[in-house]
């Protein structure tokens, strides 16, 4: 079912114009050159070849069928990640597959890419992208060019969309820089983890004993039948903590065992401890579930638990669950646990494994405010740029009233409570 003439965008402003977006721009199929290298549209916006950012995770076509030319200051679409946010102006020469749109102004004194590039992105992180393809094909997100040119846009004139544009890219890089710093800042506080552990590990008057003798695996079976509901739990990979699965009754546990979970047991994947996926457990994973496939430890007399977490994240812990993993099939590498118990640990005296436990702790509660800074900032930066395609702020206006960094300023605030 195609969409009606004209699909209306969301929130429009009576003293703008509205045209439809193929009035506005034109599609480009340019020939391809011969030094051309792949440029691709990323979730995030960016638009560049592939070689400025990375190139594993790719899939490469030898016959390039339909391929096409791009060039710097294009408007492009991806037809099936558009609604992910993968729309925006190229800066690169290069070539594309023909899921890509690629569109240039038809008056290039009426539209400036740019601010389009943040108007259809904004449409994507919304949610209307990915409502209007279910309502074109079911279960699909494909939004070709007679899709998105059918768009009734409303939009300023040339100078304003400009103004718009250049604001959006000064207060978007002023929030990603601010996010990257705490990111930084976070990142620091698990690099003192592991020079912590690096002291255990290069001092030869640490004594090393088998994992086996200095942690004890506990189990304490959860009687599915005699709960309504049980969390369970399951981990990040590269130690990146704990995520809670929807509650769920008997039925739809599955056929694993499963055992409860305490505040300071440390949890190993049984599937993906050789990609770091290693944590401790707070009060609030307390009375959760992890399956049999998530051995739990804690530390036996004399020996830190979060000491074992941190050793266990360093480079050395990663050689050894790497050891102690070993399978073919693909990343699914399951971890051998009487392997591991063999492996010979480096454990120090108390005081050094009292200073990991406290910065762990540090880390754990630093991590807490820092995901919700970055979150606040995250819905900031949407907001604002929804705020300023849609007319909704006056930019000239909010720079002048420092709006930015009084709401800048409101979630340190809310941090630092």
Not at 65 to 88: C, N, R, S, T
Not at 178 to 199: M, S, T
Request: proline share 4%; aromatic share 8%; glycine share 8%.
């Amino acid at each position: 079912m195609m969409p009606q003439a004209g699909l209306m965008t969301p929130l429009h402003r009576p003293d703008w114009v509205t045209s439809r977006l193929k009035f506005l721009f034109q599609r480009r199929n340019r020939a391809l050159r011969e030094d051309d290298g792949v440029v691709t549209a990323f979730r995030d916006g960016v638009v560049t070849l592939r070689s400025n950012r990375r190139e594993d995770g790719f899939t490469f076509s030898n016959k390039e069928i339909g391929y096409q030319g791009i060039e710097p200051g294009d408007l492009v679409i991806h037809a099936m990640d558009g609604f992910a946010g993968a729309i925006g102006v190229s800066d690169s020469r290069g070539k594309c597959s023909p899921v890509y749109t690629i569109v240039v102004p038809r008056l290039k004194q009426a539209v400036f890419p740019e601010f389009w590039a943040y108007y259809l992105r904004n449409l994507a992180v919304t949610g209307f992208i990915e409502s209007l393809a279910k309502g074109i094909r079911e279960r699909s997100t494909d939004f070709r060019w007679k899709d998105a040119g059918n768009l009734l846009v409303n939009y300023p004139e040339y100078q304003t969309q400009k103004s718009i544009a250049d604001f959006l890219d000064r207060e978007t890089t002023r929030i990603d820089q601010l996010i990257e710093k705490k990111k930084r800042f976070q990142q620091g506080v698990a690099d003192r983890i592991k020079a912590l552990v690096d002291q255990a590990i290069s001092d030869p008057n640490t004594p090393r004993i088998r994992f086996e003798h200095i942690a004890r695996r506990v189990h304490r079976p959860a009687v599915l039948s005699e709960h309504d509901e049980l969390v369970r739990l399951g981990l990040y990979n590269r130690g990146r903590g704990i995520f809670k699965k929807p509650a769920a009754d008997e039925e739809g546990m599955g056929d694993s065992d499963f055992f409860f979970v305490k505040d300071g047991d440390l949890i190993l994947s049984g599937q993906f401890a050789w990609e770091g996926a290693v944590a401790l457990a707070t009060t609030e994973e307390e009375g959760c579930v992890v399956s049999h496939r998530y051995p739990v430890y804690r530390g036996k007399s004399g020996v830190n638990t979060a000491y074992l977490l941190g050793l266990l994240r360093s480079s050395y812990g990663d050689f050894l669950l790497n050891e102690a993993s070993r399978g073919s099939a693909g990343r699914n590498r399951p971890l051998n646990v009487r392997r591991l118990g063999k492996e010979k640990i480096p454990v120090p005296g108390s005081m050094l494994q009292k200073t990991v436990e406290q910065a762990v702790d540090f880390e754990r509660r630093l991590k807490g405010k820092t995901e919700q800074s970055i979150a606040r900032l995250g819905e900031f930066r949407a907001a604002l740029i929804t705020a300023a395609v849609t007319g909704q702020i006056d930019v000239a206006t909010w720079d002048r009233q420092g709006q930015t960094d009084r709401r800048l300023e409101r979630i340190e605030e809310a941090m630092r409570a």
